[in-house]
């Protein structure tokens, strides 16, 4: 814990200097508000609509949650499905694989045809971002049961369903949660493009309107509370990883 | 050690042909004949790729023979068949166990482990000299130790016979010679019908009651020694004229 508050430090002294250096740079400058404002600016803004920032940030965190936890339910039961079986693996990776190079956004439209406007384009947005890395993960785990250690079970006489319960899963338990660290960012990148797309609120939404309105002082705001937002999400991952299978970081 | 009645392995003309994915056959194994009588230290020796560890795979009826028959206690072998403990050049422990659960894991696949079975266990470790690690994650532990680990856990279920792939191969010297102490003593303790794939001339030769060597590609056995010096044999028996004809007899015949 110690060495995390170290990184933690330096990470602030570091963004501190850089708050600043933006903050001399505008003053020197004399760059307009409307092009680039000073991060006195920006919290100046923050403060002024802290009420309704607040609300809508609790709109786009609750529908990041929404999407992650569906997109990690659904993703861990078919990486299993996949890594087990031999069939599924065959049907449904490669379409797998064509569906995660689509850009996900561009279903946000067809999501509103079929859910109107509000927040279900956006939360199966962010879904269908951060259902693939937890696939891809969770098979890539279960693919690496040693050989050797497969024909130990076999014969000691363990089916393949017993091969999987005890070596198989605690396997990719790591990489499940490494990958949750990626779909929790992919659930808020979904939730804050459906937001601009397609919502009445969350902070995607303030930033549109702040940017059509040329409020920049606004939308820099939104942009810095997403900033930390995501920060905060990989950071959370990190540490839930490290609890959820402490033996996969031994060497740290 | 015993060596009446049928042998406990028998392999007949036992041949072994491979189709790789581009549709082309390699024989790993032609015409093998031996036999393992039951309590015997038998070691199978050879250059790399000669089809050591398919015989292996054979005997434990992970895969079947293309040509020949292979018996277990007089039966062909058709899957694997009960009484089978394995041992590999990684110790391939779980990292998520402990050590005594590790032991445990070849229980688990046929019952709930009882307090009976962790007692087994303990001893078991006991016997080579971890008695304190039982609750030490793996991943503490130095690679001999694992590889002890990985002996108790191959021998938990008391099996009739020990199949050891290269046990010792990723060890240091000294370490490897401290298990060859581990694995006399165990034989002495648990009778268990042993055999061995090496590449190492010393451990054939410390180890065996029987040793026999292999071909290159495709395998097959061209040479067959016995040392018949007493078990459990010690350390200073490496430095006997006989150990190293023995050595030297073997080499001759892996070199041609």
């Given at each position: 814990m110690r060495k995390t508050t170290i990184v933690l430090l330096e990470s602030v002294v570091a963004l501190l200097l850089a708050l600043m250096l933006w903050e001399l740079a505008v003053r020197i400058f004399q760059v307009p508000l409307f092009i680039l404002p000073p991060p006195s600016a920006v919290v100046q803004a923050a403060y002024a609509s802290a009420p309704a920032l607040s609300k809508h940030l609790a709109t786009?965190?609750?529908?990041?949650?929404?999407?992650?936890?569906?997109?990690?339910?659904?993703?861990?039961?078919?990486?299993?499905?996949?890594?087990?079986?031999?069939?599924?693996?065959?049907?449904?990776?490669?379409?797998?694989?064509?569906?995660?190079?689509?850009?996900?956004?561009?279903?946000?439209?067809?999501?509103?045809?079929?859910?109107?406007?509000?927040?279900?384009?956006?939360?199966?947005?962010?879904?269908?971002?951060?259902?693939?890395?937890?696939?891809?993960?969770?098979?890539?785990?279960?693919?690496?049961?040693?050989?050797?250690?497969?024909?130990?079970?076999?014969?000691?006489?363990?089916?393949?369903?017993?091969?999987?319960r005890k070596v198989g899963i605690p396997r990719a338990m790591p990489y499940f949660f490494a990958s949750l660290k990626v779909a929790g960012g992919g659930s808020f990148i979904g939730n804050v493009v459906g937001e601009m797309i397609a919502s009445g609120s969350g902070l995607g939404y303030v930033l549109i309107i702040a940017t059509t309105s040329l409020d920049m002082p606004l939308a820099f705001t939104s942009l810095t509370i997403l900033l930390i937002l995501g920060m905060f999400i990989f950071m959370a991952f990190e540490v839930i990883e490290r609890k959820a299978a402490p033996w996969a970081f031994r060497h740290n | 050690m015993s060596t009446d009645g049928t042998p406990l392995v028998e392999a007949r003309h036992l041949g072994l042909r491979y189709v790789s994915e581009d549709k082309e056959t390699f024989e790993a194994l032609r015409d093998v004949n031996y036999?393992?009588?039951?309590?015997?230290?038998?070691?199978?020796?050879?250059?790399?790729?000669?089809?050591?560890?398919?015989?292996?795979?054979?005997?434990?009826?992970?895969?079947?023979?293309?040509?020949?028959?292979?018996?277990?206690?007089?039966?062909?072998?058709?899957?694997?068949?009960?009484?089978?403990?394995?041992?590999?050049?990684?110790?391939?422990?779980?990292?998520?166990?402990?050590?005594?659960?590790?032991?445990?894991?070849?229980?688990?696949?046929?019952?709930?482990?009882?307090?009976?079975?962790?007692?087994?266990?303990?001893?078991?470790?006991?016997?080579?000299?971890?008695?304190?690690?039982?609750?030490?994650?793996?991943?503490?532990?130095?690679?001999?130790?694992?590889?002890?680990?990985?002996?108790?856990?191959?021998?938990?279920?008391?099996?009739?016979?020990?199949?050891?792939?290269?046990?010792?191969?990723?060890?240091?010297?000294?370490?490897?010679?401290?298990?060859?102490?581990?694995?006399?003593?165990?034989?002495?303790?648990?009778?268990?019908?042993?055999?061995?794939?090496?590449?190492?001339?010393?451990?054939?030769?410390?180890?065996?009651?029987?040793?026999?060597?292999?071909?290159?590609?495709?395998g097959h056995i061209i040479y067959e020694d016995i040392i018949s010096a007493p078990s459990p044999r010690p350390n200073e028996y490496t430095y006997t004229p006989e150990f190293i004809a023995h050595v030297n007899a073997i080499r001759r015949r892996i070199e041609h």
């Open positions: 786009t965190v609750l529908g990041t949650s929404v999407s992650l936890v569906a997109a990690a339910l659904a993703g861990l039961a078919t990486g299993l499905l996949v890594g087990y079986s031999q069939a599924a693996s065959r049907l449904l990776y490669p379409l797998l694989g064509g569906l995660h190079a689509l850009p996900m956004s561009a279903f946000i439209p067809i999501f509103v045809v079929w859910f109107g406007i509000g927040p279900m384009p956006k939360i199966l947005a962010g879904a269908l971002i951060a259902f693939f890395p937890v696939v891809v993960n969770v098979v890539t785990g279960l693919r690496t049961i040693e050989p050797e250690l497969w024909d130990m079970l076999k014969v000691s006489g363990a089916t393949k369903g017993q091969i999987y | 036999s393992v009588a039951a309590g015997e230290f038998l070691t199978f020796i050879g250059p790399s790729g000669c089809g050591k560890t398919t015989l292996l795979k054979l005997m434990s009826g992970l895969i079947g023979p293309s040509s020949g028959r292979i018996l277990f206690r007089g039966k062909d072998i058709s899957g694997p068949p009960p009484g089978i403990g394995m041992a590999f050049q990684d110790p391939l422990l779980l990292p998520w166990r402990n050590v005594v659960d590790n032991v445990l894991l070849p229980i688990e696949i046929v019952r709930r482990p009882t307090s009976k079975d962790r007692d087994k266990a303990r001893n078991l470790l006991a016997s080579v000299g971890l008695k304190g690690f039982e609750r030490s994650a793996s991943w503490q532990l130095s690679g001999g130790m694992r590889q002890r680990v990985s002996l108790c856990r191959a021998l938990i279920r008391d099996p009739e016979i020990l199949l050891m792939d290269e046990p010792f191969a990723a060890l240091d010297a000294f370490t490897r010679e401290e298990l060859w102490g581990v694995l006399q003593e165990l034989r002495v303790k648990i009778q268990c019908t042993m055999v061995l794939i090496t590449h190492q001339l010393n451990e054939a030769t410390f180890l065996s009651d029987r040793i026999l060597v292999m071909s290159r590609r495709p």
